[in-house]
């Protein structure tokens, strides 16, 4: 990866120029040469990297699915062929000698980049766990990747923060983790409430005067909403950072409005949008102006879920993934799986003037995308909207759904807690005839107990909450 300082400020045909460069030369001399999938996919289908010019030539290429990466029954290393080999030793570099050193840089890849350090996981919240093989050369990545992020955000060696991301195999965690420790900032890596537990995290919080939390928004959300309704103060809390799980502005509004009850000396609400397929996170300057990626790492396209074209920008579809400067696990158009519902913008950003590629709009999951059986016939049904519209509702605690199949028909469960001092038999009412007016699909609605949601949706045990079971 480039100076930031400079990769930042790039005009966009700077920015389209470096990007065509890396991708062909990400093509041509890893995947084609030490890629055992891509390079024996090439063969097969006939396909010459030598004829791709640049990234407009990458629809002649094939998409790569996230079920590609997986490990096969009888083959539990397959996800090992997404892996670049090491280079052999007529690759290798070879160390000039005398005035030579003053000359041309040596030519030829490093062995070290290409070797193993970690492996690092998807958080498998809609499909099973994808590995990731991370090198010396990506942490290294993941680390400036982190740097960015917390430059985007204003973070500085001044900020003390509290990572309440789950601990785990992951780049969310491990990002932030890293990031800290670069910056040079007081930071409790808590691991969660996994490992620290809710009740610490908040005291480690209060204790350490922390201005900034670091964590899923609805477990952010849920740790306002525990101090509200003991009464508690967070007079010291300035920023919420929300990552890895959805984050509709919606989530945003909600807590802005929590901090103003817990008393928190700021109000201010920043998200980072992070890709296992991209091998680290994005953030945003200030909310709605959109993820700020890094060109020189990633290229992105958003394409129609459906067919594949490539879509213009600001058009609302699937984020597709092509690494351009990786080791380790590297991948060729790989489908996320996430719609972007404002697409992609070129244009520098009106809030902080980077120039970066900004990716807009909320980050829905295509697998959320359903098709229902009603009364009538076929429903579409959106989950990523029912979980938009209880997540604005500040009379609702803790909540999850489940799908089920009877009769030929379908129909949602509700389960839910309301807040402090709601009335649940009114609010299970309300709650179902709201929902069966906006999906048209039957709807129970019933309220239970704090810890048996607590338990079901996993969220003192899980990366982020489940919300949306599918039990047809």
């Known amino acids: 990866m480039q100076a930031w300082n400079k990769v930042s400020r790039m005009p966009s045909a700077a920015i389209k120029k470096m990007q065509d460069e890396l991708f062909v030369k990400m093509l041509r001399e890893e995947m084609a040469v030490r890629h055992p999938h891509y390079r024996e996919l090439f063969k097969e289908q006939g396909l010459n990297p030598e004829q791709i010019k640049g990234i407009d030539d990458i629809s002649q290429l094939p998409f790569t699915e996230e079920t590609d990466l997986l490990p096969r029954e009888q083959d539990l290393r397959h996800p090992k062929r997404f892996v670049l080999e090491i280079p052999g030793e007529s690759e290798q570099k070879s160390k000039k000698k005398g005035f030579a050193l003053f000359g041309r840089k040596d030519k030829g890849p490093d062995p070290f980049d290409y070797k193993f350090h970690t492996l690092y996981f998807s958080a498998g919240r809609t499909a099973k766990p994808v590995p990731y093989e991370y090198t010396h050369y990506d942490l290294n990545n993941l680390k400036e990747a982190g740097l960015r992020a917390f430059d985007i955000l204003g973070l500085t060696r001044d900020d003390t923060m509290i990572n309440a991301f789950t601990f785990a195999p992951n780049p969310y965690f491990w990002q932030i983790f890293y990031s800290t420790i670069e910056i040079g900032c007081t930071a409790l890596q808590t691991g969660g409430g996994k490992v620290l537990g809710l009740e610490k995290i908040l005291k480690a919080m209060d204790s350490m005067e ?208 309301g807040t402090s001092g709601s009335d649940e038999n009114k609010l299970s009412t309300l709650l179902q005839e709201q929902i069966e007016n906006k999906f048209k699909i039957p709807v129970t609605a019933q309220n239970t107990t704090l810890d048996a949601i607590v338990n079901k949706i996993g969220l003192e045990k899980y990366i982020t909450e489940q919300v949306i079971f599918d039990n047809r």
């Open 210 to 417: 922390a201005p900034v939390i670091v964590s899923a928004p609805g477990y952010s959300i849920f740790a306002l909403q525990t101090l509200e309704h003991f009464g508690f103060s967070a007079s010291n809390l300035e920023r919420v950072i929300f990552g890895i799980d959805y984050a509709p502005m919606e989530a945003v509004e909600k807590a802005a409005r929590l901090m103003e009850k817990v008393s928190a000396k700021n109000k201010k609400i920043q998200r980072i949008y992070f890709v296992s397929e991209a091998k680290s996170g994005w953030a945003e300057c200030e909310p709605n102006y959109g993820y700020h990626t890094n060109p020189d790492h990633i290229l992105i396209e958003v394409v129609d879920p459906v067919s594949g074209e490539v879509l213009g920008e600001e058009e609302k579809g699937e984020i597709v993934i092509t690494h351009l400067d990786t080791r380790g696990t590297v991948l060729l158009r790989c489908k996320t799986g996430d719609i972007a519902t404002g697409g992609l913008t070129t244009e520098p950003c009106p809030n902080c003037k980077r120039t970066v590629p900004r990716i807009l709009g909320d980050i829905e999951k295509k697998a959320y995308y359903l098709e229902l059986q009603g009364k009538e016939g076929p429903v579409q049904f959106n989950g990523n909207e029912l979980r938009k519209m209880m997540i604005a509702r500040d009379d609702v605690l803790l909540w999850y759904i489940e799908i089920k199949r009877e009769k030929e028909q379908d129909q949602i469960n509700l389960v839910f807690k």
